[in-house]
Every structure is written in structure tokens, then in C-alpha cells.
């Protein structure tokens, strides 16, 4: 029980990260750069304590964990969801960035050699038709750069989700990754300034950004996920989409249109098709 409450505290933080980015952003309390600055400046000092507190590392210690290619591919992921979350709504943006991280970590295996099944191939193929049949031309169609800027999100987040993979101290380093991006939030921030002033509530929520949905939410996941397999890891994280969507409609006053749901329901039912059909394989 103590297992599933985590993981449900996770999913929960990392929907909120949406309902959070497009509430700052989409009101014009603070621009994207502001926002990508304070959010990751906020979660290296979180995670740099929860990991000091811990004894896992020392400060010093923490700023030489991870490496440069995950700092890159981590800020990256923040600044692409900022920029995106100017143009998408909170629900819409988190199925893109899922929809996203899932493929792109499905092309690196294709790449490495790895050789889905029929099932998977189902899945991926039923996905894939529900996700091009989401942002093609029409009246509820997601705006066509947000969409472009949340794929480039998604694909980095995989992208650091793979260079950590087998990582023994997955905190330490998602705290050193977060530290090395510290100069470069430093300079996105007075660039952000210099651009606009963010409004007290912008700032807040960033803040809430960095250090409770990230840092915090980073802390419980890697907590539990030594308690989960690989198959049921990546089903779980089929709910923050529709958690997000289920926040973002009375905290956001967001819409749920009719493509948004059919696609919504195929696309994730798809990728679960495909992941379950993978497991079942890895255990043959």
C-alpha cells in the first residue's frame, strides 16, 4: 500500500508540473526563459539538500555527479517545455511530451537492435495513427509550434532518461545534473528579467516547479521504482496525462474536446499495448 500511495504522490507531481507551467505561462505572469531559470534553480538547491541531508554526497561532490550530456539533455527538456507551454494547454501538452518521451525512447532500442513483436508493433502503429490524427489541421488541433516545442521536450527528457539508465545513484545525479545547469539558468534568468518582470505568482509557482514537482516528485519516484518492474514503471506513467488533464479542467478552466479524448484513449491504449507486449517478450 505504502508502494502505490509513492507512486501515485509521484504521478500526481509530475502532472502538477504542467498544471503549474501552463498556469504561470499561459497568463503572462513570467516569460518562458524566467520560468525554465527559477524551475531549475529551485530544484538544484532541493535536490542538492534532500541528497546533502542523506549523506549521499557533499555539496562539493554533487556538482561533478551526472554528467555534461545529461545537464544538456535536462535543460534542454526545461526550456522546450517552457517555450511550449506559452502555446499548449496543460492537458494537451502533457499527452505530446508522453507521447514523445515514449517513442523516443522507442527509437533509440530500435536503433541498439532491439526487435518489437507483433503486438508491440500494434500498439505502436494504433499510437501513432491516434497521435498524427491529434495535430492534424483543423479547429481543435494543438497550435503547431507548441506541439513542435513539446516533441523536442519529450525527446530530450528520453534522451536523460536513457544516458541515466543503470545509474546506481539515480538522486545524486539527477541533483548534479541540475547543478550543472545552474550557470546557464544564471544567464537565462537575467536574460529573462531584461525581458520581462515576472509577477509574484509567477515566481511562486516556478519555485513550486523546481523544488516540490520536480525535485520532490524526483525523490519519491526514484524511491519506488527499485520497488517496480520495468513493464509496470512505464504503465504507470500512462496516468499523467489524463491526471493532468483532470486538473488542468477546474484549476485551468481547460476544455477536454472530443479529439483531445478519442485520441487521448487510443494513443495511451496503444502504448500500453506496446509496453505490455514488450514485457511479456523480455520474460520469454
Given at each position: 500500500m505504502?508502494?502505490?500511495?509513492?507512486?501515485?504522490l509521484?504521478?500526481?507531481a509530475f502532472?502538477?508540473?504542467?498544471?503549474?507551467?501552463?498556469?504561470?505561462?499561459?497568463?503572462?505572469?513570467?516569460?518562458?526563459a524566467?520560468?525554465?531559470?527559477?524551475?531549475?534553480?529551485?530544484?538544484?538547491?532541493?535536490?542538492?539538500?534532500?541528497?546533502?541531508?542523506?549523506?549521499?554526497?557533499?555539496?562539493?561532490?554533487?556538482?561533478?555527479?551526472?554528467t555534461?550530456?545529461?545537464?544538456a539533455?535536462?535543460?534542454?527538456?526545461?526550456?522546450a517545455?517552457s517555450?511550449?507551454?506559452?502555446l499548449?494547454?496543460a492537458?494537451?501538452g502533457?499527452?505530446?511530451?508522453?507521447?514523445?518521451?515514449?517513442?523516443?525512447?522507442?527509437?533509440?532500442?530500435?536503433?541498439?537492435?532491439?526487435r518489437?513483436?507483433?503486438?508491440?508493433?500494434?500498439?505502436?502503429v494504433?499510437a501513432?495513427?491516434a497521435?498524427?490524427?491529434?495535430?492534424?489541421?483543423g479547429?481543435?488541433?494543438?497550435?503547431?509550434?507548441g506541439?513542435?516545442l513539446?516533441v523536442?521536450?519529450g525527446l530530450?527528457?528520453?534522451?536523460?532518461s536513457?544516458?541515466?539508465r543503470?545509474?546506481t545513484?539515480?538522486?545524486?545525479?539527477a541533483?548534479?545534473?541540475?547543478?550543472?545547469?545552474?550557470?546557464?539558468?544564471?544567464?537565462?534568468?537575467?536574460?529573462?528579467l531584461?525581458?520581462?518582470l515576472?509577477s509574484?505568482l509567477g515566481?511562486?509557482?516556478?519555485?513550486?516547479s523546481?523544488?516540490?514537482?520536480?525535485g520532490?516528485?524526483?525523490?519519491?519516484?526514484?524511491?519506488?521504482?527499485?520497488q517496480?518492474t520495468?513493464?509496470?514503471a512505464?504503465?504507470?506513467?500512462?496516468?499523467?496525462?489524463v491526471?493532468?488533464?483532470?486538473?488542468?479542467?477546474?484549476?485551468?478552466?481547460?476544455?477536454?474536446?472530443?479529439?483531445?479524448?478519442?485520441a487521448?484513449?487510443?494513443i495511451?491504449?496503444?502504448i500500453?499495448?506496446?509496453?505490455?507486449?514488450?514485457g511479456r517478450?523480455r520474460?520469454l
Amino acid at each position: 500500500m505504502r508502494i502505490i500511495g509513492l507512486t501515485g504522490l509521484a504521478m500526481l507531481a509530475f502532472a502538477a508540473n504542467s498544471v503549474l507551467a501552463r498556469q504561470a505561462l499561459g497568463a503572462g505572469q513570467l516569460d518562458a526563459a524566467g520560468f525554465t531559470a527559477i524551475r531549475l534553480l529551485a530544484g538544484a538547491v532541493t535536490l542538492g539538500l534532500l541528497v546533502g541531508l542523506s549523506r549521499a554526497a557533499s555539496w562539493r561532490q554533487i556538482a561533478s555527479l551526472g554528467t555534461a550530456q545529461q545537464a544538456a539533455a535536462l535543460f534542454g527538456y526545461a526550456l522546450a517545455f517552457s517555450l511550449a507551454y506559452v502555446l499548449l494547454g496543460a492537458g494537451m501538452g502533457a499527452l505530446v511530451l508522453f507521447v514523445s518521451v515514449q517513442f523516443g525512447m522507442i527509437a533509440r532500442g530500435l536503433i541498439a537492435g532491439d526487435r518489437p513483436g507483433a503486438l508491440e508493433w500494434l500498439g505502436l502503429v494504433v499510437a501513432l495513427g491516434a497521435f498524427v490524427y491529434l495535430i492534424s489541421p483543423g479547429l481543435s488541433a494543438p497550435d503547431p509550434l507548441g506541439t513542435l516545442l513539446m516533441v523536442v521536450s519529450g525527446l530530450c527528457w528520453a534522451a536523460y532518461s536513457l544516458l541515466g539508465r543503470g545509474s546506481t545513484r539515480p538522486l545524486a545525479d539527477a541533483a548534479g545534473s541540475f547543478v550543472r545547469c545552474v550557470p546557464f539558468a544564471l544567464i537565462l534568468l537575467i536574460f529573462g528579467l531584461v525581458w520581462q518582470l515576472p509577477s509574484p505568482l509567477g515566481v511562486a509557482l516556478a519555485i513550486a516547479s523546481g523544488a516540490i514537482t520536480s525535485g520532490l516528485g524526483y525523490a519519491i519516484w526514484y524511491a519506488v521504482l527499485p520497488q517496480l518492474t520495468r513493464t509496470r514503471a512505464a504503465v504507470v506513467q500512462l496516468s499523467v496525462p489524463v491526471i493532468a488533464a483532470a486538473i488542468a479542467v477546474p484549476v485551468l478552466g481547460e476544455a477536454v474536446t472530443p479529439r483531445l479524448l478519442i485520441a487521448s484513449i487510443i494513443i495511451l491504449g496503444g502504448i500500453a499495448i506496446a509496453i505490455l507486449g514488450a514485457g511479456r517478450r523480455r520474460r520469454l
